[in-house]
């Protein structure tokens, strides 16, 4: 019995490519295993608390932070970049994303969701255990929506309407797409019978996931990724007409405080469903994301009031993002107390990205999406290698062909998770700057000097947020 205990706790590590999310199995339910209600009903609760931290908790995050006169473009740009985004994941997306293709992209199998029935079925980390495949299609169209919507953070308050959403098109397309196929995209653990059959298995995996690359919620596919399209953004639009110069605070910070425990709230589904089924390690996952949270809440507020001499709502807000960023590559990986020094960590070093290194190189990330997701996600991803190890209370990573728990190795996990971090940042970063290219190129990428002072608000949706 104890022994159960134990492969249950460590069944979500893969000893020759770690990651969290599955290729669909052709199986159908007749014909295999029948998924179990209760991983069902939590997948697709997950799957809501995703739409709710992007819709409204993303939403109001980032219209809490920018000047009144803006607020209303940011909150249409999140909302119809989630309906757009939501959309090309059923038509072409969640077949790249999770078909077998090649290392880098997928097929073709689930265009426009192909093939895809209420009894269709996609693997969890258990062997034997599936899901609906409908469900994990939902969930990760959540993932999809929310990566781009980031990205709006960076260009916010002087990007054209137009531009943003050709843009995250065509980076969704090219980036996004491709970075999940290659990090999380794998065969599932009933592949992994033998040695050969594991190794016949990881050759038709993606190409991060098969340098090993633990990645268990999203800090490379989503945080890494959007943070460097980010950073590229506000390099190709420029800064914002006075910055620098004339002050640019946040118009409701109470909308910020709302935004922020809703992304909290919401992150759960993102973390904890990410586990895929309904059992002790999505609990240890929950633990995990709360602590992390609340530990880069505290050490960004403390470091700001040591530095600056009084805590803010918004320091305590912005620490809080910067926990839940750090912890989604490490979530299922570390033990409690890991996750708790990861999310210490994570609140100093982002507040020294948005405010040392965002003042010695001079950019305008409006909303600091590098600062936070980038950088954020960079710490997260690294730090998983230390904490992953048994030794420090980690899962460690578990060999399924063998049937138990491999050696572990810190340096190699750690050149696993550069890999990772490295491939994230220079697709991503190629990509964007291409489509940044190519949309200013056709539409324009800024509004005229005019139209940005006088707001996006008016100028782009013909509306005021207040009256």
């Given at each position: 019995?104890?022994?159960?205990?134990?492969?249950?706790?460590?069944?979500?590590?893969?000893?020759l490519?770690?990651?969290?999310?599955?290729?669909?199995?052709?199986?159908?339910?007749?014909?295999?295993?029948?998924?179990?209600?209760?991983?069902?009903?939590?997948?697709?609760?997950?799957?809501?608390?995703?739409?709710?931290?992007t819709?409204?908790?993303?939403?109001?995050?980032?219209?809490?932070?920018?000047?009144?006169?803006?607020?209303?473009s940011?909150?249409?740009?999140?909302f119809?970049?989630?309906?757009?985004?939501?959309l090309?994941?059923?038509?072409?997306g969640?077949?790249?994303?999770?078909?077998?293709?090649?290392?880098?992209?997928?097929?073709?199998?689930?265009?426009?969701?192909?093939?895809?029935?209420?009894?269709?079925?996609?693997?969890t980390?258990?062997?034997?255990?599936?899901?609906p495949?409908?469900?994990?299609?939902?969930?990760?169209?959540?993932?999809a929506?929310?990566?781009?919507?980031?990205?709006?953070?960076?260009?916010?308050?002087?990007?054209?309407?137009?531009?943003?959403?050709?843009?995250?098109?065509?980076?969704?397309?090219?980036?996004?797409?491709?970075?999940?196929?290659?990090?999380?995209?794998?065969?599932?653990?009933?592949?992994?019978?033998?040695?050969?059959?594991?190794?016949?298995?990881?050759?038709?995996?993606g190409?991060?996931?098969?340098?090993?690359?633990?990645?268990?919620?999203?800090?490379?596919?989503?945080?890494?990724?959007?943070?460097?399209?980010?950073?590229?953004?506000?390099?190709?639009?420029?800064?914002?007409?006075?910055?620098?110069?004339?002050?640019?605070?946040?118009?409701?910070?109470?909308?910020?405080?709302i935004?922020t425990?809703?992304?909290?709230?919401?992150?759960?589904?993102?973390?904890v469903?990410?586990?895929?089924?309904?059992?002790?390690?999505?609990?240890?996952?929950?633990?995990?994301?709360?602590?992390?949270?609340?530990?880069?809440?505290?050490?960004?507020?403390?470091?700001?009031?040591?530095?600056?001499?009084?805590?803010?709502?918004?320091?305590?807000?912005?620490?809080?993002?910067?926990?839940?960023?750090?912890?989604?590559?490490?979530?299922?990986w570390?033990?409690?107390?890991?996750?708790?020094?990861?999310?210490?960590?994570?609140?100093?070093?982002?507040?020294?990205?948005?405010?040392?290194?965002?003042?010695?190189?001079?950019?305008?990330?409006?909303?600091?999406?590098?600062?936070?997701h980038?950088?954020?996600?960079?710490?997260?991803?690294?730090?998983?290698?230390?904490?992953?190890n048994?030794?420090?209370?980690?899962?460690?990573?578990?060999d399924y062909?063998?049937?138990?728990v491999?050696?572990?190795?810190?340096?190699?996990?750690?050149?696993?998770?550069?890999?990772?971090?490295?491939?994230?940042?220079?697709?991503?970063?190629?990509?964007?700057?291409?489509?940044?290219?190519?949309?200013?190129?056709?539409?324009?990428l800024?509004?005229?000097?005019?139209?940005?002072?006088?707001?996006?608000?008016?100028?782009?949706?013909?509306?005021?947020?207040y009256?």
């Amino acid at each position: 019995m104890e022994n159960d205990t134990v492969m249950k706790r460590l069944k979500p590590a893969l000893v020759l490519a770690p990651a969290l999310l599955l290729g669909p199995l052709a199986a159908l339910a007749g014909d295999g295993p029948v998924p179990e209600k209760g991983d069902t009903a939590w997948l697709l609760t997950a799957t809501l608390l995703v739409i709710l931290m992007t819709l409204p908790g993303l939403a109001l995050f980032y219209g809490g932070m920018v000047r009144s006169k803006n607020v209303l473009s940011v909150l249409m740009q999140v909302f119809i970049t989630f309906c757009v985004m939501v959309l090309l994941w059923a038509i072409y997306g969640y077949s790249l994303a999770f078909t077998r293709g090649n290392a880098f992209v997928g097929g073709f199998d689930r265009l426009f969701m192909m093939g895809m029935k209420p009894e269709s079925v996609a693997a969890t980390f258990s062997r034997g255990v599936v899901v609906p495949e409908m469900a994990y299609f939902a969930f990760q169209a959540t993932f999809a929506a929310i990566t781009p919507c980031l990205v709006i953070g960076a260009f916010a308050e002087r990007m054209k309407f137009a531009a943003v959403l050709l843009f995250l098109v065509l980076w969704f397309t090219f980036a996004y797409l491709p970075i999940a196929h290659m990090v999380w995209f794998w065969a599932g653990p009933d592949a992994y019978t033998d040695a050969a059959a594991g190794e016949a298995a990881s050759a038709t995996a993606g190409f991060i996931f098969r340098k090993g690359a633990l990645d268990f919620a999203g800090g490379t596919v989503v945080h890494i990724n959007a943070g460097i399209a980010g950073i590229v953004g506000a390099l190709f639009v420029g800064r914002r007409l006075g910055y620098g110069r004339v002050p640019m605070p946040p118009h409701n910070l109470p909308m910020v405080m709302i935004g922020t425990s809703l992304l909290w709230v919401g992150w759960f589904g993102f973390n904890v469903g990410s586990n895929l089924e309904a059992n002790g390690l999505a609990a240890q996952v929950f633990v995990n994301t709360l602590l992390a949270t609340a530990a880069a809440a505290l050490s960004w507020s403390f470091a700001e009031w040591l530095w600056r001499g009084t805590p803010t709502m918004l320091g305590a807000a912005s620490g809080a993002v910067a926990g839940l960023v750090a912890i989604p590559p490490a979530c299922g990986w570390v033990g409690p107390m890991g996750a708790l020094v990861i999310g210490l960590a994570a609140g100093i070093v982002c507040l020294l990205a948005v405010t040392r290194l965002k003042a010695a190189l001079g950019y305008d990330d409006s909303l600091d999406v590098f600062g936070v997701h980038c950088i954020g996600g960079i710490l997260g991803a690294l730090l998983t290698a230390v904490f992953c190890n048994p030794a420090l209370g980690g899962t460690g990573v578990y060999d399924y062909a063998a049937n138990a728990v491999a050696g572990y190795s810190t340096a190699a996990q750690f050149g696993s998770q550069l890999w990772g971090v490295v491939i994230t940042v220079l697709w991503s970063g190629l990509v964007a700057a291409a489509a940044y290219a190519l949309v200013d190129a056709t539409v324009g990428l800024r509004v005229t000097e005019e139209e940005e002072r006088q707001g996006l608000d008016t100028v782009s949706h013909g509306e005021s947020a207040y009256t």
